[in-house]
């Protein structure tokens, strides 16, 4: 006998394809904002602005069969669950690409400045950390592994650490004007970095909650340094 | 919350905002490890569910599993059926309607019962509503009682000017409204709705769900349905029911609506109510 809802499974499972490309998508980007930033490519910084406008599309387009799903085939229980998680993964996803833009806009803005090779290696540093988290977040998404997602949030220390020791590395560079210059865009890269961190974060906390039907914070507010 | 092994199932935890803010959680109605059979046939077993007073409460399950057997165990309709046999107790504010110095008369008056298609009688509007107050003697005033039955059915308004036509008359959404009309005259306590909507279309289906949310202030009502959706929408607290392997119905579990449909305790309900089984 055929399950009764084959159909609308179907349906599920092509929208949670479609987010999972969408987060490489986002994830590549910060990961291709942050080479262009430490290579000072310019050019990358360019692709990177404009590929942001195939994350939105790729939003729109889930967004439309979120929609639609939701409309016509009233989800419930796990699959309600499936459909609310769906959606905020969809908007944490489209404003990671927004912050990959943010850091690519500022690569462009602080062309020809004098550079301070420490704080890029924090920044490359940062970068690093938070590209396996959205992978790590996203593979527990799919493979509705709790205790994988419960991970994210332990990955996330050193990014958070790294971004609270951004502004002495800034104040460092105070002697020098050019280079003053160029640090304290930094601390907003530093702070994109930061954030694409908690947004994986918030998509572990949406495993958590697609699997058990209770929603966690993964993070303490207090352990941060400053709101967000 | 989950039956446990025997099907045994207590009264599920609070709703925001239901009676018990404002008061002591009383029960309507109670059955305590119920079983029915139909001869050697048992069609469900071990039922112990405790319906709120002024709640609506939704039995759902696949066709087969007992539900409307359960239902129809509440006001002694199985009685009409030779071969049918209650175990267990089924509790009517505490007092067992299956003991043997109950009338069974009196417990469909004050439980009464709204059936899958309207069948109003063949008479006129008024008659239909009328009808069972006659009969059990009201010496009050009938007009009154009549359009204060009607307003409540939400079809006064519309019938206001032809009490005398035939019952037959109205379409079949207000067909099914002035039956509840009808129950409602004989000042009942308890309404149970045996798949109220299946023979109606989606506007007049909307228009009764509405109708029990109002009539709820001044009634329990148990709802049978096959339909989830509006189990989901119409409800406050829903019992799953499923058929084991000997075909006999259980309670899988019952609680608030709005947990049953977002995080079901059970998987066995979960495969049901998401469609993922067969």
């Known amino acids: 006998m055929t399950a009764p809802r084959r159909h609308f499974h179907e349906e599920l499972r092509t929208i949670e394809q479609q987010l999972v490309l969408m987060a490489g998508m986002a994830e590549r980007a910060v990961g291709r904002a942050v080479d262009a930033l430490v290579r000072n490519d310019i050019a990358l910084a360019a692709e990177v602005v404009a590929d942001d406008q195939l ?19 009233t989800p419930v229980a796990i699959d309600l669950r499936l459909m609310s998680s769906v959606l905020h993964l969809l908007v944490t996803l489209e404003r990671m690409g927004d912050q990959a833009t943010n850091i690519a806009k500022i690569v462009k803005s602080i062309e020809g400045h004098a550079r ?25 998404f799919v493979q509705r592994d709790f205790a994988l997602a419960l991970r994210v949030p332990e990955m996330d220390e050193p990014v958070n650490r790294l971004n609270r020791s951004m502004t002495n590395d800034v104040a460092r560079c105070a002697p020098d004007q050019e280079v003053l210059e160029w640090a304290v865009p930094m601390l907003m890269v530093s702070r994109a970095l930061e954030r694409v961190g908690d947004q994986a974060v918030d998509i572990a906390e949406q495993v958590a909650f697609l699997l058990t039907g209770e929603f966690q914070e993964f993070t303490r507010p207090d352990t941060e340094s400053y709101d967000h | 919350m989950a ?3 025997r099907g045994i199932v207590i009264a599920p935890a609070g709703v925001p905002g239901s009676v018990e803010e404002t008061g002591p959680v009383t029960h309507a109605m109670e059955t305590v490890d119920m079983s029915v059979s139909y001869g050697s046939f048992r069609a469900v077993k071990n039922v112990s569910l405790q319906f709120r007073d002024h709640q609506i409460t939704a039995l759902i399950g696949p066709s087969g599993c007992g539900k409307s057997t359960v239902l129809r165990a509440f006001n002694r309709m199985n009685d009409l059926i030779p071969t049918s046999r209650v175990e267990g107790r ?11 110095s109950v009338d069974p008369v009196e417990v469909r008056r004050r439980v009464g019962m709204v059936f899958q298609k309207p069948n109003p009688f063949p008479k006129s509007i008024y008659d239909n509503v009328a009808w069972g107050a006659k009969v059990n003697g009201y010496k009050g005033n009938m007009d009154d009682l009549v359009e204060q039955s009607l307003r409540q059915a939400a079809l006064w308004d519309e019938v206001d000017d032809k009490l005398d036509q035939s019952g037959l008359s109205l379409s079949g959404g207000q067909q099914q409204r002035l039956c509840i009309a009808r129950t409602i005259a004989v000042k009942p306590e308890i309404i149970l709705m045996d798949e109220p909507t299946s023979a109606l279309d989606p506007i007049a289906t909307l228009r009764i769900e509405e109708l029990i949310q109002e009539l709820k202030q001044r009634y329990t009502i148990i709802i049978v349905t096959h339909n989830m959706q509006q189990a989901a929408r119409a409800s406050d607290f829903t019992a799953f029911l499923n058929m084991d392997q000997d ?22 309900t979960e495969d049901y109510i998401t469609g993922r089984f067969g």
Request: net charge negative; hydrophobic share 45%.
């Open chain 1, 55 to 73: 994350i939105d599309e790729k939003y729109l387009l889930i967004h439309e069969k979120w929609l639609e799903t939701m409309a016509l085939q």
């Open chain 1, 116 to 140: 301070e090779p420490v704080i890029l290696e924090h920044l490359r540093e940062m970068g690093d950390l938070v590209q396996p988290m959205v992978r790590t977040a996203m593979e527990a």
């Open chain 2, 3 to 5: 039956a446990d092994d």
């Open chain 2, 90 to 100: 089924v509790l009517f504010h505490g007092a067992d309607i299956y003991e043997e």
């Open chain 2, 247 to 268: 075909r006999a119905g259980r309670v899988i579990e019952f609680e608030a609506t709005a947990e049953l449909f977002t995080r079901p305790a059970k998987k066995e």
